[in-house]
């Protein structure tokens, strides 16, 4: 189906094939793109029917104003937390996510406390480097049968938990719902998480950036030398320079990190150390995933646009 007299507005980039799709269905305006995209809004929003973000790039009460006929906004990913939703629920505007992330999101969780364990991408540059040629690796950590923790069960913390059944360990999470569907054992709060456990993974929405940071140096020194911080949520729910700090004393063992305070930034402390994992915030960038979020955002439309409404709405 296409609708060549709906006009979307982009306020977030998309991948190559999600872009064309739209263009053959929809007139499309990748607002995100000009110098000013709000100023862009301000010209052409009276006819914008149709929004596209994604899970960094939502939609504000800015953008609602300036789109008076908004009826729906499909969102590339599964953040709300750059969305206005008081704003979006007050309108009756439709906010749609491609919740089919998760699996790659707990992939990636899991890959990136393997890699602190065994010290993966340090190891690559020492044979890169022909250093094996003069000394031996340190030695790594065993991940099997670790005490593990996840801040946040819900549909990323509790399939990085069910990865981490695999490897033998203790599972524990913190999360405001206690569960009775699941073999883990709850804790009240993100410090007695980290301190009891060795690895930490913080798996929990985000807030808006700006609000104050959930974890920070009394989590870090919880976890200590030998702990390990995973974070594939988002970078600002941290005190960066916090933990910047504690890898650099060595009061934290490491930290895989996906996700940063100011991306695609990431300050150069945190890029000269060697107990880090660093990845530019790509769990969810598998070729698979990636066409099944695109396909999603495009379903949603198309659903809604031909008055069958929206699949995946948050609103
Ligand atoms: C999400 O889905 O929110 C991811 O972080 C990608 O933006």
Not at 21 to 36: C, D, G, M, T
Not at 97 to 126: E, G, Y
Request: net charge neutral.
């Amino acid at each position: 189906a296409s609708f060549p007299d709906v006009e979307l507005a982009l306020i977030g980039g998309q991948q190559p094939f999600v872009l064309e799709e739209l263009k053959s269905r929809f007139k499309i305006h990748p607002v995100y793109a000009e110098a000013n995209p709000l100023a862009a809004l301000e010209r052409i929003g009276s006819s914008i029917r149709g929004a596209v973000g994604h899970g960094m790039a939502g939609l504000t009460r800015r953008h609602i104003e300036l789109m008076p006929k908004l009826e729906i906004c499909a969102l590339n990913g599964v953040g709300l937390e750059t969305s206005d939703l008081p704003a979006i629920r007050e309108r009756g505007i439709k906010l749609t996510t491609t919740p089919v992330l998760f699996d790659d999101v707990a992939d990636l969780a899991v890959s990136l406390a393997l890699s602190c364990c065994r010290q993966i991408p340090l190891a690559d540059r020492f044979v890169r480097s022909q250093q094996w040629e003069k000394e031996r690796l340190p030695l790594g950590r065993k991940l099997t049968g670790l005490r593990v923790g996840i801040l946040g069960l819900g549909r990323i913390g509790i399939e990085v938990a069910r990865r981490l059944e695999a490897f033998k360990t203790q599972i524990f999470y913190a999360d405001p719902v206690k569960r009775e569907d699941v073999p883990y054992t709850h804790v009240t709060d993100a410090g007695t998480l980290a301190s009891t456990v060795d690895i930490f993974f913080l798996c929990a929405a985000g807030n808006p950036k700006g609000a104050p940071p959930m974890i920070g140096r009394t989590i870090f020194d919880a976890l200590g030398p030998r702990g390990i911080f995973v974070n594939i949520a988002r970078g600002w729910l941290v005190d960066e320079p916090e933990l910047i700090k504690a890898l650099q004393e060595k009061r934290l063992g490491a930290a895989g990190l996906d996700v940063f305070y100011d991306e695609p930034m990431v300050p150069a402390a945190l890029r000269a150390l060697d107990n880090v994992v660093l990845t530019p915030h790509i769990a969810s960038s598998t070729e698979e995933t990636m066409r099944a979020m695109g396909a999603c955002v495009i379903d949603n439309l198309v659903s809604w646009f031909s008055g069958r409404g929206a699949l995946t709405s948050v609103t």
